[in-house]
Nanobody, 121 residues
Framework: QVQLVESGGGLVQAGGSLRLSCAASGRTFSIYDMKWFRQAPGKEREFVAA????????YYANSVKARFTISRDNAKNTVYLQMNSLKPEDTAEYYC??????????????WGQGTQVTVSS
């Protein structure tokens, strides 16, 4: 079992920055690929960014590319999402999720509870 706890959300003006953190506990963090998702009110949950278990590979949704950066510190069991040049459309609940490197299928194995990001115009 892996527990994920997000933090760092809040209210920020457009053009500002926030850094989200996701702290993991329970199992060996370095054998999990990690992703960030977000869900705005009335919309479906969408993929934001991903990072491989070793941190060697990263992927981004087109909507956040060049503005957001995902990173991880396996010694601290934490994954981060640095969000710059925030826009009102980035307003959403942000979730981190973990998937074991040998886990089959496309579903994530574990999810956090989420942290709210609100960007004012």
């Amino acid at each position: 079992q892996v527990q994920l706890v997000e933090s760092g959300g809040g209210l920020v003006q457009a053009g500002g920055s926030l850094r989200l953190s996701c702290a993991a506990s329970g199992r060996t963090f370095s054998i999990y690929d990690m992703k960030w998702f977000r869900q705005a009110p009335g919309k479906e949950r969408e993929f934001v960014a991903a990072i491989s278990a070793t941190g060697d590979s990263t992927y981004y949704a087109n909507s956040v590319k060049a503005r957001f950066t995902i990173s991880r510190d396996n010694a601290k069991n934490t994954v981060y999402l640095q969000m710059n040049s925030l826009k009102p459309e980035d307003t959403a609940e942000y979730y981190c999720a973990a998937k074991h490197v040998f886990s089959r299928g496309t579903d994530m194995d574990y999810w956090g509870q989420g942290t709210q990001v609100t960007v004012s115009s």
